[in-house]
T-cell receptor
Framework: EAQVTQNPRYLITVTGKKLTVTCSQN?????MSWYRQDPGLGLRQIYY???????DKGDVPEGYKVSRKEKRNFPLILESPSPNQTSLYFC????????????FGPGTRLTVT | GQQVMQIPQYQHVQEGEDFTTYCNSS?????IQWYKQRPGGHPVFLIQ?????EVKKQKRLTFQFGEAKKNSSLHITATQTTDVGTYFC?????????FGAGTRLTVKP
């Protein structure tokens, strides 16, 4: 089954404790991205990747890091999480670029206290 | 900065009534996408519009892309309870993908 998976689905952590949210897709897609969703603000893009070893900042990259060492994986790293990063995070992928149909993962709800 | 704006933020309708959500961009878009997110779920792609003035239909859903490619709309005819969710438009701006804030639709049976 073609899908995007994320782990963990739920995470509660404390300020400053490094964390990684994993994202994997099995569709051989070139393009992957991370979004955060906050009430009233919709989905905002954090980082995206056009291909292996190629990543670019989205609209709200501050406080986040990503890597793309393999085509299928695109982890999101919070080196020192803060409460304002409490949000619902979605990973997405598309065949070649953002302007194509994007497939979203199930989401990761992160709470930073 | 460049934005994609969407109205209304909320819409509550009686089952059987029509529903429309509107999307406006500050700049011309090469294309626009529409997604639906059910409560507790993730966004699911509905459609992409590319051509100026394009109109596409999916059963009771009608999507339009404006002549200037700066606005779009989604119209649902005779809403059903299965239409409940948040509808987002999205377009490529400044190299990344910009989503509207979404319109949350609730339907009273």
């Amino acid at each position: 089954e073609a899908q995007v998976t994320q782990n963990p689905r739920y995470l509660i952590t404390v300020t400053g404790k490094k964390l990684t949210v994993t994202c994997s897709q099995n569709m051989n897609h070139e393009y992957m991205s991370w979004y955060r969703q906050d009430p009233g603000l919709g989905l905002r893009q954090i980082y995206y990747s056009m291909n292996v070893e190629v990543t670019d900042k989205g609209d709200v990259p501050e406080g986040y890091k990503v890597s793309r060492k393999e085509k299928r994986n695109f982890p999101l790293i919070l080196e020192s999480p803060s409460p304002n990063q409490t949000s619902l995070y979605f990973c997405a992928s598309s065949r070649l670029a953002a302007y194509e149909e994007q497939y979203f993962g199930p989401g990761t709800r992160l709470t930073v206290t | 900065g460049q934005q994609v704006m969407q109205i209304p933020q909320y819409q509550h309708v009686q089952e059987g009534e029509d529903f429309t959500t509107y999307c406006n961009s500050s700049t011309t878009l090469s294309n626009i996408q529409w997604y639906k997110q059910r409560p507790g779920g993730h966004p699911v792609f509905l459609i992409q519009l590319v051509k100026s003035g394009e109109v596409k239909k999916q059963k009771r859903l009608t999507f339009q892309f404006g002549e200037a490619k700066k606005n779009s709309s989604l119209h649902i005819t005779a809403t059903q309870t299965t239409d409940v969710g948040t509808y987002f438009c999205a377009g490529p701006l400044s190299g990344d993908m910009r989503f509207g804030a979404g319109t949350r639709l609730t339907v009273k049976p």
